[in-house]
């Protein structure tokens, strides 16, 4: 009966938002006790009904099963590439059914090549576990939908899992011969649509999502080779022939943290990209080609946190390549790390104290010759006290207090230089003269306590900014708080 009276509800809330919300309502996907979400990413099957190597295709995903006991399984297409066709589907459900695992499909470019995706649904609905469904009748592609999560005490919506089609080749073979095809607009216009009304749902807030598809986007280009891209690139990659701007609507709707495909099977890597994961899952088939250990990508979800970490599962190596989003830290970090130990003090009072200088600078260096102006005590790092307008600087001076230990990146924003050092050491570099400028510093392991936070800002003319930020591997990307910093 609770069930029942919150499906009325929600349809009364989606329905005043007036949009079309694809909800399925077979199994009901909630966070666990301890808060959190696993997902296991099966990829690139390639199962094949007459080879031997589909007996151990099927025994990597019930290892990683048994192992991993995720919340639910994502397929992430080219599940079926050979005839009979209609015997195998059937048996992908089985090994889902036996271990009592939720599981959702998105269709490949080869899985509608020896079978229609109308037909392969229809194999996959005979089992209670699978959430597959087809999505609207007048947008392209087959099986475009959202799959809520609820909280682990209540029966509220507290993450999304976007299923997408991204088809598999273009129809229109005199201007497109070779290549793969894309999501199309229609596809980004309902998704649009989603967010938005889940979100309206949501007081406004953006109700944090992840997004499957098997076909990567061309700004799977943007991360790779970047330094906190991570995993293996083996290929250059096969994306979409044409951008119709699934990513940017990813990134004005400001709810999806993680996109995950296949269809590459020699990649594996993961990266950033305007604050959005990009990752390609394990190659799972044994009769796909590639050199990759078979095996899942595992993706755990934080219940109170917009963050999540990542990693492969195989039979034969187990757990690697960790990553922790939105941080871009890895496992391979922590056990290299050296942290910096705790200040043995006990501050009482809140907030930074500052040195003022005023005068013509054109680095920290040069600020720091001159004469200091004022002193004094402030809650943050705020440059609303300069007394002029241009050619004006702060020294601040803090004891960060840390609350876990761990591996966190600072970041500056400032126009014009800034420099952040903690405990003596160089944590962002945004010196110079320059308009407003964002740097990501390097990761700073930090034992839980007090640690010294040495800040350098000057302006130069034309305009002034400061905003200070770190990340942390569960601290997801924030301002400074208040409550963190104290007078020496």
Request: proline residues 4%.
């Amino acid at each position: 009966m609770k069930k029942l009276l919150f499906l009325v509800l929600a349809a009364i809330v989606f329905s005043a938002c007036q949009q079309s919300v694809t909800v399925p309502e077979k199994q009901v996907l909630r966070f666990n006790e301890s808060g959190h979400f696993r997902i296991a990413q099966f990829t690139d099957m390639h199962l094949v009904a007459s080879s031997e190597g589909t007996a151990v295709t099927l025994a990597t995903i019930k290892h990683v099963l048994g192992t991993e006991k995720p919340s639910i399984a994502i397929l992430t297409g080219d599940q079926v590439i050979s005839e009979p066709s209609q015997s195998m589907w059937p048996l992908i459900a089985q090994v889902f059914d036996e271990a009592k695992t939720p599981f959702a499909v998105v269709f490949g470019n080869h899985d509608a090549e020896t079978i229609t995706r109308e037909e392969a649904y229809r194999l996959l609905s005979q089992s209670p576990y699978f959430l597959g469904v087809k999505g609207p009748d007048d947008i392209f592609g087959y099986g475009n939908y959202v799959l809520p999560v609820r909280a682990s005490t209540s029966d509220k919506i507290v993450a999304l899992l976007y299923c997408f089609d991204s088809n598999d080749y273009p129809k229109d073979r005199k201007r497109f011969s070779e290549g793969y095809d894309w999501i199309h607009h229609d596809q980004v216009d309902w998704y649009r649509q989603q967010s938005e009304a889940f979100t309206k749902s949501n007081g406004g807030q953006p109700i944090p999502a992840l997004a499957f598809f098997h076909i990567p986007l061309q700004e799977w280009f943007n991360i790779k080779g970047q330094p906190q891209t991570y995993g293996h690139l083996g290929e250059g990659g096969s994306p979409g022939r044409l951008n119709t701007g699934m990513f940017a609507a990813f990134v004005e709707m400001d709810d999806v943290k993680g996109i995950f495909v296949g269809h590459d099977h020699d990649n594996d890597y993961i990266g950033m990209d305007y604050g959005i994961a990009m990752a390609y899952g394990r190659v799972t088939g044994k009769d796909a080609y590639g050199n990759l250990e078979r095996g899942s990508r595992i993706i755990e979800i934080a219940e109170e946190a917009t963050t999540f970490t990542t990693w492969i599962r195989t039979p034969q190596s187990g757990v690697s390549q960790v990553y922790y989003y939105p941080s871009g830290m890895t496992g391979e970090q922590e056990d290299n790390a050296v942290f910096l130990p705790a200040l043995n003090v006990n501050p009482t009072k809140q907030g930074v104290s500052y040195n003022y200088y005023e005068g013509t600078f054109k680095t920290t260096a040069d600020m720091l010759k001159t004469k200091v102006v004022k002193q004094g005590t402030q809650a943050d790092f705020s440059i609303k006290s300069a007394a002029v307008e241009d050619g004006f600087g702060f020294e601040f001076h803090s004891l960060l207090k840390v609350p876990e230990k761990g591996i966190y990146i600072f970041n500056t924003f400032s126009d014009d230089g800034s420099v952040l050092y903690i405990d003596g050491q160089v944590a962002v570099d945004n010196d110079g003269s320059h308009s407003a400028k964002r740097v990501n510093g390097a990761a700073i392991s930090l034992e839980a306590g007090f640690h010294d936070l040495r800040l350098l800002y000057f302006d130069d003319h034309m305009g002034q900014e400061l905003v200070v930020g770190l990340v942390g591997k569960t601290v997801a990307e924030t301002v400074i708080p208040k409550d963190w910093l104290f007078v020496p």
